[in-house]
């Protein structure tokens, strides 16, 4: 088992769920628990601000052998044990799961509960029983983007460890001052297998207007344990509300399944990766979105991504638009720093932009001096320039119908 350190480093679970057969592939342990129970009613909607049930959704209480499945008006019955921490899970159709702590206490016949599936929030009519999250703290949801499901990674060759980028989209909410709730990738290596989940260090940022994210993370370690052409695995996005403690190289945090990382109220769809040929590879800007020939209200999110990046070096990108036919030439229209980032909302002028067709790319200046920094512009180094492809972008105010 070449990731045999993965698992030597695997922590108790802290909780009684398990990998189930929920379409994330991380539902409750069906048969898990003990004692009284209690019938639980619970009533699922879609947001705190503008509720509205939500119907054919699975829920799970702790220990459940099956869903139930919440009908028209949002409702469905399920059985929890009482006087002891639970939980209360929420299976969505395209792959997301959320989770909801709760204490229902010992005695009690019947209990009511409210659920908010993004932001993720629960309240409650009945006495004693508590859940989390709270209205007043709620958490969100974290979608991974790119890369695509069943993408195939490719990374630097050894000795470096196998790196690569993820890019994600979650709830506004998390990126707010004061949010109780983290966002993690987690990286489960299946063949071979690597004893559990990995999450990866340090948390995203999530930008507090577009909810976009991004973290660097790694499958695979040095020697023995490096990631070969072939091996499989998977990622997920978890929302927290546990600081977790970065582990070392040889012994990473490590946990049996994602649902048994500590304070976890969301786990994204699971994404399948495949490590690729692990070749020297040279840089490169990637456009991610909007899409080719996209139409777009005058309002815009562009994302991009730096493939093979090298340890050391700063990349510092710039966005170019022109409404000729190459907004690398030296007429191009506009150029907007981005530093580091790899993603920008704009607004564009509705006297120029409603409606209009224009070119969009990447320039990404590579930095090796040691300690550079994109705030010093002009350039900031003399260093490799790299272009990605050109995409065109159709603005109007009447999206998605552009003329």
Not at 15 to 28: D, M, T, V, W
Not at 271 to 299: F, H, K, M, W, Y
Not at 383 to 396: I, K
């Amino acid at each position: 088992m070449r990731y045999w350190h993965w698992s030597m480093a695997v922590l108790l679970s802290l909780g009684l769920a398990a990998c189930g057969s929920g379409a994330s592939g991380f539902g409750p342990q069906p048969g898990g628990g003990s004692g009284t129970k209690t019938t639980t009613s619970v009533t699922v909607f879609t947001t705190l601000t503008n509720p509205q049930p939500l119907s054919n959704i699975q829920v799970f209480g702790e220990g459940d052998t099956s869903p139930t499945i919440t009908g028209p008006d949002g409702r469905a019955t399920v059985t929890v044990p009482t006087g002891q921490s639970s939980r209360l899970f929420l299976q969505f159709p395209q792959g997301g799961q959320n989770i909801y702590p709760l204490t229902v206490p010992s005695g009690q016949q019947t209990a009511e509960v409210t659920l908010f599936a993004d932001p993720i929030a629960a309240t409650t009519t009945t006495p004693g029983v508590m859940i989390m999250p709270t209205e007043t703290a709620p958490a969100g949801i974290a979608r991974i983007l790119d890369p695509p499901d069943g993408a195939t990674i490719t990374c630097a060759p050894p000795p470096a460890v196998c790196r690569f980028d993820v890019h994600g989209q979650a709830s506004t909410v998390l990126g707010q001052p004061g949010t109780p709730f983290l966002v993690y990738v987690s990286v489960t290596p299946l063949s071979p297998s690597g004893g559990g989940t990995v999450p990866q260090f340090p948390p995203a940022s999530v930008d507090p207007v577009t909810g976009l994210w991004q973290v660097e993370a790694h499958i695979g370690g040095a020697g023995i344990a490096e990631a070969q052409p072939g091996d499989t695995f998977q990622i997920v996005a978890i929302v927290t509300s546990a600081l977790l403690t970065q582990g070392t190289t040889t012994h990473p945090l490590l946990f049996p399944r994602p649902v048994d990382i500590p304070g976890v109220v969301y786990i994204s769809r699971v994404i399948n990766l495949q490590v690729g040929q692990r070749l020297a590879q040279s840089e490169a800007a990637v456009l991610l979105d909007p899409p080719d020939s996209e139409c777009s209200n005058l309002t815009v999110t562009f994302q991009w991504r730096i493939d093979n990046r090298r340890t050391g070096v700063t990349y510092c990108a710039d966005l170019l638009t022109d409404q000729g036919r190459d907004p690398f030439d030296s007429r191009f229209e506009n150029l907007v720093h981005a530093g580091q980032a790899t993603a920008l909302r704009l607004s564009f002028d509705p006297r120029i932009y409603d409606p209009a067709l224009f070119q969009w790319g990447i320039r990404v200046i590579t930095c090796d001096t040691l300690g550079a920094s994109c705030e010093d512009r002009d350039p900031p180094c003399q260093g490799q320039v790299l272009q990605s492809d050109v995409r065109r972008l159709r603005t109007s105010a009447q999206a998605p119908n552009c003329p």
